[in-house]
């Protein structure tokens, strides 16, 4: 688009010096140090991975593993190693196409970049003979077949499975040493968890003598875009909503009806229910506000000294730190009032989230080296490799017992724990791979505290079906057009819908404001968002048989 | 663009004379000017085309001005989201804040140091509040979180100290207020710099005269100081005019957060969050080139009237 | 001797107005420096003390842990080398080329700098994009190449206007009348007086060019795919971002709630980052305050 009208007489001068200048820097810039070819691959037995890790994960060609694989698929490989800010590299690495012959990292390419960037990625369902690994399971996993598969057919990504993991990933605490200090009951509703946590507020529950440093209740910071782990949404459970993924966008399904819990009136109920806590000085100043680093350092406590009375985190070790594990117990799920039965409490069910990981590879369309590509891809989910790069090399992480059975050894570094361990020494749960269902692991201890500390929930997960229950979202690949309405929705609808929370928590307000907030988020795109994921769910159901 | 043609061919005779006078003439300047045209040329002007991204589909498979021409869709898309108006008003709510604090703060600085007696003082004062402008954007956001913490910031319990209690800094009364004298706090000195650099520049001479007519400090700063720095003002002025719909989008986005959001989405977040999250490229471009067109108009707009007032303008 | 003849004819007026720069130089100190002094208490105290408002006055539970995890890391004097190449090299050019632009562009009599400066302004404000910035420079060989830190952003716009604004004010018409009387062409001028006489602007602007590329680190970003020829920032960047993975959410994350177990380690290293990542700008400061002092340009006028 020329300019040049605008300058009209005087710019032809001008015109002429740009020309000649930019042919002189054209010709002096050519002479670049040659090897700029960003992707594609060398087709000369070098493939290009670009993996995303992990900012403390070391270099790739420290993983022994790595060296398997190359063996496995007879290349050599170069990675490009990403561990920050990839949301700002990839959209401009994609829409000019270059992206080198495989990318590796768990929704390192999401759905949405599948449905906008067709034929940039290779369709691997015609590859799949090559692939024995992966219809090995998909076979014996099928959700993850249907993870990988787009709504044609075609298949731009693999999953990967883990197996292992806990089918939730928020657990619940309570400090029982305050509770045998002051003489209570660990609280099983509503009302008697607002009790226990006055009595924390008002006694000096932790006995140093300051009856002001309790701090009752705290949960981690909710972003602007959805919910997520550790947050008071595994509440909802306490009504009998079935949430999925710690609530996510807030999407769950209702005898066969999808159906989003930010205008539901147990949502209400549960802020409501909140803001009566928060009013009595029992949640802390902090929780709207608050970044990650200091919600996990205040429960910290000082030396033996536990500050946060009941909240939720990943596991018990994790959450208030070694010292003070002991003090807390994993608590059930919690009845909103007597009438709740027991058999209809629910909690946030997870397990697509934590056992599978979605779009953990893809391979490029344009690879000079396909055969090997695949090999590799092949490779990653070979049985022992696949172990390998979820916790470590073999000898020095993963001792291998038997072709069957395995035990994962304790962090050679005793200053670490084992899932820094674990994130440090390799890609971790950003791998791709697949667990089998039929070996036998020893879990690192991290993993074995957290599937422990979630056995007094597994009833109320049992509640939650999730074939009838929840919204699939990671089974589910919608279109293009689809994907970009339901972003642009929830972009307006979390902006208001986040503010409310956090201000009827605080300030209260939620009974007068209901009903004109659901008429403002169902008009600002949330109506429309639950249409979609409406005939998605149907045409998902349907094909499920 | 179609004025192009009858404008070139009429002056042709004359214009070919004048042109071998004026490159006699000027032929030295246009060299020395030479290489900024072309770097300019190649880096900024031949990636334009991307703009027409705004008026088209993006399109992965035809190519990035391939895809179906739609004209104004995504601008229409953009004013009528529900969000518009809200966007609009905290940006310049927060932008037009910043750049009168940031406008003004600097040159007040840079006054004071002026004032300073002895090098080593004014060198450390100089490099001291310097100093902040270094610290990333992320630090800085984690700061203000350990400082302003409702329960054990040190802000708040001064703040205690004064009498006000039970305010979250961190909550959507404060936001810009914490946005702007945050932002102020890190750059100020940055920013005087150059204001130093022009008052280095006054003969001294000028202050002797001064003293020996008996001028008191605060004359002497109006009467000699003041004037030094309205030339540079003026340019940052004009300059910082072109930015009412531009803010930082790092530290926004970084301090956001449900209590504050109402506030704190502002056209560069919300760009972010629909274009580079979502892969919106069309609809990112054109509310990014709306941003500019109303940021372009304010620059020509305010340059014009300098150029009126004080005869200063950027072209 | 400066001082002394100033305490001589001190006014009542005089005492007040230095009693009240006192206070207020005192209270921008504090403000500035007390930050500044957290930082370096943070850098080396416990993370979890940092973050719940324990650590004030002085460094709590002192630990070089974090200066141990960045030191130790390979890739920062990789990072540290290249950033000081990209920099110094990167500010030549810099210089080379927006200096003799900007003095063209301060001559009146030059008629085409209007237009010439609307091209250069036009560009402060339309852009674009990444897409086809990236697509030119893989055409120009200039993606994974060092020169990419250098060639694009040879020319701030921003820092043309200001050094050109700074010419066109400051420098006597006198003196350029008086040099042409003396046959000097527009080199011969710019050469021998503008630059000689302008050195504060160039100082600043050679400051604005150097702090430019020392702190970039989205070149590196969007258009360096090699780690070697990662700058300093990028590296620094991955150590300093860990902090971010998991807040935005715990599901952002992949839904690895184990990850967060990591946090107190990113933690302590964030501080350290500021300060081994400024502290040679911060050292550079002092050289070039020298051509801020009063009577630079005077004296070298009359010399």
């Known amino acids: 688009m020329s300019r040049a009208g605008q300058f009209r007489r005087r710019a032809v001068p001008a015109l002429a010096a740009l020309t000649v200048g930019a ?32 900012p403390l994960t070391g270099a790739m060609a420290d993983m022994a593993w790595v060296g ?134 008002t006694q000096d529950a932790n006995g ?156 490029s369309a344009q690879s000079d080296n396909k055969e090997a590509a695949l090999a590799v891809i092949n490779a990653f989910y070979d049985q022992d490799i696949s172990l390998e790069v979820l916790w470590g090399d073999f000898d020095e992480n993963i001792t291998k017992v038997d072709d069957t059975s395995y035990e994962v050894l304790p962090p050679t570094d005793e200053t670490v724990d084992p899932s820094t361990w674990k994130w440090t020494t390799t890609l971790a749960d950003n791998g791709p791979g697949w667990i089998r269902d039929d070996i036998d692991v020893v879990l ?65 307000g939620v009974e007068s404001g209901w009903d004109g907030y659901v008429a403002e988020v169902g008009g600002s795109g949330l109506a429309q968002n639950i249409e979609i994921h409406q005939s998605y769910y149907d045409e998902f159901s349907s094909s499920q048989g | 663009m179609t004025a192009a043609s009858p404008a070139q ?59 179906e021409f739609v004209g104004l869709k995504y601008f229409q898309q953009f004013f009528d989201s529900p969000q518009f108006w ?83 800094f961190l909550g959507s009364s404060t936001f810009v207020s914490v946005y702007v004298i945050s932002e102020v706090w890190q750059h100020c000195g940055w920013n005087s710099i150059i204001y130093l650099a022009a008052l280095a520049s006054v003969d001294t001479q000028l202050y002797e005269a001064a003293r020996i007519d008996g001028a008191g400090r605060f004359t002497i700063i109006r009467h000699i100081d003041v004037p030094a720095l309205v030339p540079t003002m003026i340019v940052l002025l004009i300059l910082n005019m072109g930015n009412v719909l531009n803010t930082g989008f790092e530290k926004i986005f970084l301090m956001q957060n449900p209590l504050n959001l109402g506030v704190s989405e502002v056209i560069a977040t919300y760009v972010y969050k629909i274009g580079i999250l979502s892969n919106q490229f069309s609809y990112g471009t054109a509310i990014g080139l709306f941003n500019t067109l109303i940021n372009f108009t304010f620059l020509v707009v305010t340059n014009q009237v300098a150029k009126r007032v004080s005869n200063t303008s950027l072209w | 001797m400066m001082r002394l003849s100033f305490l001589r004819t001190r006014s009542p007026g005089d005492i007040a107005f230095t009693i009240g720069l006192v206070i207020v130089c005192a209270v921008i100190l504090f403000v500035t420096l007390y930050p500044i002094y957290f930082v370096m208490i943070a850098s080396i105290s416990d993370a979890t003390m940092v973050a719940t408002g324990r650590v004030w006055v002085w460094p709590q539970n002192i630990s070089l842990f974090g200066y141990e995890q960045i030191l130790e890391d390979g890739r920062i004097w990789t990072g540290y080398r290249n950033t000081i190449i990209y920099t110094v090299v990167g500010t030549a050019v810099n210089l080379l080329v927006t200096l003799p632009a900007a003095y063209a562009l301060s001559r009146r009599e030059f008629r085409p700098r209007r237009v010439l400066m609307f091209f250069f302004a036009f560009t402060m404000f339309f852009n674009g994009g990444l897409i086809p910035m990236y ?14 830190f250098i060639l694009p952003s040879a020319v701030n716009v921003y820092n043309l206007i200001i050094a050109r604004a700074f010419f066109e004010n400051s420098l006597p018409e006198e003196l350029y009348e008086a040099a042409t009387i003396d046959g000097a062409t527009y080199f011969q001028f710019f050469a021998r007086m503008a630059v000689p006489l302008s050195m504060a602007i160039i100082s600043v602007i050679g400051l604005y060019y150097l702090v430019q590329h020392w702190n970039d680190f989205f070149t590196g970003l969007v258009f360096v795919r090699t780690y070697d020829k990662q700058p300093l920032q990028i590296v620094l960047r991955d150590i300093l971002i860990s902090n971010q993975a998991f807040s935005g959410g715990a599901g952002g994350s992949g839904g690895s709630g184990g990850g967060s177990y990591a946090q107190q380690y990113a933690d302590q290293i964030k501080y350290g980052v500021i300060v081994v990542s400024t502290l040679p700008v911060i050292i550079l400061y002092p050289f070039m305050q020298r051509y801020f002092e009063k009577g630079v340009m005077i004296g070298s006028v009359k010399g």
């Open chain 3, 135 to 148: 697509l030119l420079l893989r055409d120009l060989s200039l993606l994974d190449n060092w020169l990419v």
């Open chain 1, 68 to 201: 398997q694989i190359e063996e496995a698929a007879g290349v050599t490989i170069e990675w490009e190693e990403v561990s920050a800010d990839w949301d700002q590299k990839k959209p401009t690495m994609l829409a000019a196409g270059d992206i080198p012959d495989l990318i590796v990292g768990t929704n390192a390419i999401t759905n949405g970049d599948l449905a906008t960037f067709n034929g940039l990625f290779e369709d691997l369902s015609d590859d799949l003979e090559s692939l024995p690994n992966v219809t090995g399971m998909f076979e014996a996993v099928p959700a993850t077949e249907s993870m990988a598969t787009q709504p044609e057919g075609e298949i731009f990504s693999l999953p990967s499975y883990r197996r292992f993991w806990p089918e939730t990933g928020t657990r619940q605490f309570i400090n029982q040493q305050w509770l045998d200090n002051l003489g209570l009951e660990q609280p099983t509703t509503w009302d008697e968890l607002h009790e226990v946590l006055l009595a924390f507020k």
């Open chain 2, 9 to 67: 061919s009429r002056p042709r005779q004359r214009g070919a004379a004048a042109l071998v006078r004026h490159a006699r003439r000027y032929w030295q300047l246009w060299v020395m000017a030479a290489p900024a045209i072309a770097f300019v040329a190649v880096f900024a002007y031949v990636p334009m085309y991307g703009l027409q991204l705004a008026f088209r589909e993006f399109d992965f498979s035809a190519g990035l001005t391939g895809g």
């Open chain 1, 23 to 54: 042919l002189a820097l054209a010709a002096c810039s050519g002479g670049g140090d040659g090897d700029g070819d960003g992707g594609g691959g060398g087709g000369d037995g070098t493939l290009q991975i670009l993996a995303l890790k992990h």
């Open chain 1, 208 to 363: 140093n003598g300051d009856p002001n440093d309790e701090i009752p209740m705290d949960w981690a910071p909710v972003g602007e875009t959805g919910f997520g782990l550790f947050q008071p949404t595994v509440l909802l459970g306490s009504m009998g909503m079935p949430i999925s993924d710690g609530g996510g966008a807030g999407y769950f399904v209702e005898d066969g009806e999808v159906k989003n819990f930010l205008i539901d009136e147990r949502y209400r109920d549960l802020i409501a229910f909140l803001h009566e806590l928060y009013a009595d000085g029992l949640i802390s100043q902090d929780v709207m506000t608050q970044d990650y680093s200091a919600y996990q350092s205040v429960a910290r406590g000082e030396g033996d000294t536990a500050r946060v009375g009941f909240t939720w985190g990943w596991a018990g070790s994790d959450r208030v730190g070694a010292q003070l594990v002991g003090q807390y117990s994993a608590l059930p799920p919690l009845r909103a009032d007597e009438s709740m039965s027991e058999a209809d409490l629910t909690w946030s069910y997870d397990s697509y989230m934590l056992n599978y990981g979605v779009n953990s590879i893809t391979m």
């Open chain 2, 86 to 168: 809200t966007l609009i008003r905290n940006t310049v709510v927060i932008s037009l804040t910043t750049l009168v604090a940031g406008f003004v703060a600097p040159i007040a600085l840079a006054l004071i140091v002026n004032q300073v007696v002895g090098r080593t003082r004014k060198k450390f004062l100089q490099t001291a509040t310097y100093l902040p402008h270094f610290i990333s954007i992320v630090v800085i956001v984690g700061m203000l979180q350990v400082f302003l913490s409702p329960s054990s910031g040190l802000i708040t319990r001064v703040a205690e100290f004064f009498g006000v209690t039970g305010v979250n």
């Open chain 1, 444 to 508: 690192p201890s991290d993993l074995a505290e957290a599937v422990e500390q979630s056995q007094p929930l597994e009833a109320a997960i049992a509640n939650v079906d999730p074939d009838a229950d929840i919204f699939p979202g990671q089974l589910i690949k919608m279109s293009q057009e689809d994907l970009n309405t339901i972003s642009i929705n929830n972009t307006a609808v979390f902006t208001i819908a986040m503010q409310r929370w956090a201000t009827w928590i605080t300030e209260g």
